[in-house]
């Protein structure tokens, strides 16, 4: 009888084994899907913390950071042994000596009901916060029967304690606990928590600043010092009590710390670790479809991103870019005065703020609720509140309605800035606007705009493509181009910007380096628009572009990425390269994920891109070339040579300047986000007043600190002989001031051509004015003495020319209070 009733016992043991292991192996495989996920072996051995990946510049400065959850590990030896202390003492006092699941407290929890306290260990803690053993996509069909989902939670997390406790020591499964856990305020992990409440490494944590941070972990949002700094205290002398408790701390010392108060010194994660830039948000759509094809997730990965950014050209470009931007939005403000900017292209005034006001998505829901009442919805618009607003002197606090912030923030210049080393395709400088904080949309790859002159080129390309040379001459005069408009004949009559003609016999270059457009436009003709439009694509171009016939004169909208890479494919022997942003991806181990390389097309020859480089250089040393307020700047010694272009849109819009050197090329764009505020003329605001220094303040920055890597010289050579006639550079007008009392006498000084890689760009003599002369009386003869070649000026010479230029546009500026 006893043997048969144990062996009844024995069997009902057996079947209940069993049927526990077929239950633990269900809730391992997920059987039907009822269990949802738990962490396989493999998932043990290499745990996936959601760790932010981090932004490197080219020469390794960490610039930003990718985070769901803002966390940086640590490992143990980088803890203060106080950490350790009150963590063990308050979460889990025989952590030493379970193996993940802690009996004794289980037993107690179970017995008083979880009066007595919880018995999760520190381990099972980690296993939760690992593998999110209690998220609704972790639990399976079962998670609809509240008590079964809970039961199945926990012994998931048992399963899971009890693995970990297999793979790891008990120093790895502590760290990686106070590497995962959270610290509020999107603060994960000790190392972050100890930067952002104490502005110090985990290392450095005192046993005050220990307690306070292991108390905040029963509750953070009850115990965060920044919102309830009572609690928080007295969170933290009960944690002292416990390490006091269990021998981590003697009672004298605890009665000394419990009396302290609450010491915090706010800081943040170095190095651009917090918020997010124009640079940050560049890259991230980048490595867009990277992540996509390789399934990598930038934000919980804990990738190392190297860009192909150099910090000190970045940063060279962001002080010219703000030295820039205040002293024109200065301007700005000083022509407008009181009035408002927004005009259309007949001068006509414009609602702005009330179009503004109409696009805002709440505007449609308020209609809805006011039942279009006006003035319901005038008073919501026009109420003021507490708000910060940029401003060049820092973030502004000011009582702003939404009415004023939009007046406020339609008058506001903007820009967008690159540079890329077309050798090498690799992006330099990437200056997305003004402050990202506030102005979010990037002015490089998103925003759009009119390129005006700067499109130009393209329509000079076709022209050599098509035979034309350099030397070859139009007249500038008054232009009548027919065309079809939907089966309609049509005129398009262009004018120059001075609205004037001279009837001049013009080179190619000569025209580019003006700018003039009566030229261009007959050179569009005679090449045909269609083939301008081809070789914008070409070189890089991307935009829809409209085949018309003022194509040239640049109104389309494109982009200053889309121009860097196509004036790029000019100094680059007629390679189109695709510009490079990030160079390799690493892992936290610094072991290569991924390497990436240049792309390039050829889609023009040797010869073509050279003779473009010989045009644009045209803008520094043909007579009225464009550029030539470059010479305020210290950019030219050694020979140095800079080609570029400037534009400028209808009404001013858009003001944009395009520089070459040897080794860069930089594209600059300024304007107002809302296009009907601008300038109201081009001495205010076209491209060489408004964008062009930009370029210069930057590449003089540049220039003058001989480790950039960069310096000054001329364009390379070409490899090879040109096969046509390209070197006829316009002759300049002088004045012979030989004699004293000699009149004014124009003369043609027209020195034999110097091979062109040895022509330097030539600082402009003054012209001399017209002298209109009454009728009927008699010109003074001419001076019968030799006219003087003239002397060039000595290097010390041009020094202070170029001083005493600086200190009049320096009075200048000041006058007009910019």
Sequence with gaps: MFKEIKNRYVRYFTLFIYFLVLFFCALQLNFLWLFGYSPSYSDIKKPAQRVGSELYTADGKLIGRYFKENRTPVAYQEIAPSVINALVATEDIRFYKHSGIDVQALGRAVIGMGKDGGASTITQQLAKNLYRTRYSKSSGLIKHIPLVRTLVSKLKEWMTALKLESNYSKNDIITMYLNTVSFGNNTYGIKTAARIYFDKEAKELTTNEAALLVGMLKGTNLYNPLKSPDKALKRRNVVLAQMNKYNYLKKDSMDILAKQPLQLKEGKMK????????????????????????????????????????????????????????????????????????????????????????????????????????????????????????????????????????????????????????????????????????????????????AGSTFKPFAYLAALESGMTPCDTFIDKPVKIAYQNKGKTEYWEPKNADWSNTYQEMSLRWAMAKSVNTVTAQVTEKVGWDNVVKWAHACGIESNLQSVPSVSLGPNDVSVFEMVRAYSTFLNEGLKTEPLLVEKITDQNDNVIEEFTVKTKKVLSEEIAWLMLYMFRGGMEEPGGTSQALWEWDLFQKNNQIGGKTGTSSDYVDAWYMGITKDLVTGVWVGCDERTAHFQNGEQGEGSRTALPIFAKFMEKVYHDPSSGYTYGPFPKFKGTISI??????????????????????????????????????????????????????????????????????????????????????????????
């Excluded at 001419?782 to 202070?800: D, G, I, M, N, Y």
């Design 725 to 818: 006639k390209y070197n006829c550079p316009t002759p300049r007008q002088q004045v012979d001031t030989s004699a004293v009392d000699s009149v004014l006498t124009d003369s043609l000084d027209m020195p034999a051509p110097l091979p062109e890689d040895q022509v330097p760009a030539v600082k402009p003599e003054t012209e001399p004015q017209k002298v209109e002369e009454k009728k009927n009386q008699e010109a003074p003869a001419k001076s019968t003495a030799p006219v003087a070649a003239p002397v060039p000026l000595t290097k010390k010479e041009e020094r202070e020319l170029r001083r005493k230029q600086r200190q009049e546009e320096k009075e200048k500026k000041k006058n007009e209070g910019g």
């Design 271 to 450: 190095d651009g670790s917090d918020g997010d830039s124009y640079l940050r948000s560049a890259v991230d759509k980048y490595l867009e479809k990277w992540c996509e094809e390789n399934n990598m997730d930038l934000y919980e990965d804990g990738l190392k991103i190297y860009t192909t950014i150099d910090s000190k050209l970045q940063g060279y470009a962001e002080e010219a870019v703000k030295d820039q931007m205040r002293m024109l939005q200065r301007r700005f403000y000083n022509v407008w005065g009181n009035e408002d900017p927004w005009e259309d292209s007949e001068r006509k005034k414009v609602d702005y703020p009330d179009r503004a006001k109409r696009n805002l998505p709440i505007y449609a829901l308020l209609a809805k609720k006011y039942n279009n009442n006006t003035d319901s919805i005038d008073a919501y618009f026009n109420k003021k509140k507490k708000m910060k607003i940029f401003s060049y002197k820092g973030e502004k606090d000011t009582l702003f309605s939404t009415m004023d912030s939009i007046r406020y923030y339609g008058k506001i210049l903007n820009t967008g800035m690159m540079t890329m080393e077309p050798k090498t395709g690799k992006i330099k400088v990437w200056v997305g606007g003004i402050d990202h904080k506030f102005f979010k949309y990037d002015h490089v790859n998103q925003a759009k705009r009119q």
